[in-house]
C-alpha cells in the first residue's frame, strides 16, 4: 500500500514538474504566434511621426486631427496589421467627425523595438502622453479603441488613466483561451476578463457572430463579466476581419459616442 502510495505521488510530482516546464515554455515562445507583424506596407514621410516609448525605441504613429472634433480616438489594430493598411479606416473615422491617432506596435510597421505584451502596454501608454501632453488633448475626451490584440492594450490602459470610454472590436478574455477555449495554462498574456472591471467607464462590445478567429463568446464573456456602464453590438454574417462592412456599423458606434454627452 505504502508503495502504492509512492508510486502515485510520485507521479502526480513529475506532471506537476511537466505542466510547470510546459507553462514557461510556453509563455516564452507564445510571443512568436501573438506577434505576427507584416512586412511594412509604408515608409517614413511627412505624416509619420515618431513617439518615444519609456524603453527608449520610437514608434510610429498617424494623428489625423480634427479641429472640430470633441472626441480623439486612440486606435489600437490588430496582430497582423500596420498603419498603412488601416489608413483607409483611420480616415473613414475621422470622416464622422473624430481626431484620430493610430501607432503600431514596436516591431511594426517602421516602428523600432520588439513586440511584447508588456511593450505593447508601454506603446499605447506613449501615445495616450504624446496626446495629452503634448497636444493637450482632454484626456475625457479620448476614447480607446482596440481590435482583437489591441483590446489588450487598450483595456490595460483604461485601467490606469481617465479616458471617455472604450470601444472593444473583435476582442478576447485572455490570449491563451483563444487556443484552448478554457483556462489550461498558466500564467497567461492579455488578461481582459481579469482586468475588465477595473474600470468604471462606458464601454462598447463589437464582434462578429462568424468570427471563427476570436469567436464571439470572449465579448460575450466580457460583456456579461462587466459590471460598469456598458452596451453590446453583434454582427450577424460577418467574421473577424470584415465587421466594418456592416450597414449598421458606423449607426451604432456614433449612437454610443452620443450616449457618452448625454
Known amino acids: 500500500m505504502d508503495k502504492l502510495i509512492y508510486l502515485s505521488l510520485n507521479i502526480i510530482y513529475r506532471g506537476i514538474v511537466i ?16 506577434f505576427v507583424p507584416p512586412a511594412s506596407t509604408y515608409h517614413d514621410n511627412k505624416n509619420i511621426i515618431k513617439i518615444r516609448t519609456a524603453n527608449s525605441n520610437n514608434i510610429s504613429a498617424i ?17 497582423a496589421e500596420d498603419i ?3 489608413l483607409p479606416l483611420l480616415q473613414e473615422y475621422y470622416s464622422w467627425g473624430f481626431s484620430v491617432i493610430g501607432y503600431d506596435y514596436q516591431g511594426y510597421g517602421t516602428s523600432t523595438g520588439t513586440p511584447t505584451e508588456q511593450n505593447s502596454y508601454a506603446d499605447i501608454k506613449s501615445v495616450y502622453e504624446y496626446l495629452t501632453l503634448q497636444q493637450h488633448t482632454n484626456p475625457q475626451h479620448i476614447i480607446l479603441f482596440g481590435r482583437s490584440l489591441g483590446s489588450g492594450p ?7 488613466v481617465p479616458v471617455a470610454g472604450v470601444i472593444i472590436e473583435s476582442g478576447f478574455t485572455t490570449i491563451y483561451r483563444v487556443v484552448t477555449h478554457i483556462p489550461i495554462f498558466w500564467p497567461d498574456k492579455y488578461k481582459n476578463l481579469a482586468k475588465i472591471n477595473h474600470l468604471k ?21 466580457l460583456y456579461d463579466t462587466y459590471l460598469g456602464p456598458k452596451k453590446f453590438y453583434w454582427i450577424p454574417n460577418v467574421g473577424h476581419n470584415d465587421i466594418v462592412i ?7 458606434i456614433m449612437n454610443w459616442v452620443n450616449g457618452l454627452t448625454s
Open 19 to 34: 505542466y510547470l516546464i510546459l507553462c514557461v515554455v510556453i509563455y516564452f515562445l507564445s510571443n512568436r504566434s501573438i
Open 63 to 79: 494623428y489625423l486631427r480634427n479641429p472640430n472634433a470633441k472626441y480623439t480616438i486612440l486606435y489600437s489594430h490588430g496582430n
Open 84 to 86: 498603412g493598411m488601416i
Open 154 to 160: 487598450s483595456i490595460e490602459l483604461a485601467t490606469k
Open 201 to 221: 467607464i462606458p464601454v462598447l462590445f463589437i464582434h462578429g457572430e462568424k468570427d471563427n478567429i476570436i469567436p464571439i463568446w470572449h465579448s460575450k464573456k
Open 246 to 252: 456592416d450597414a449598421t456599423y458606423k449607426s451604432n
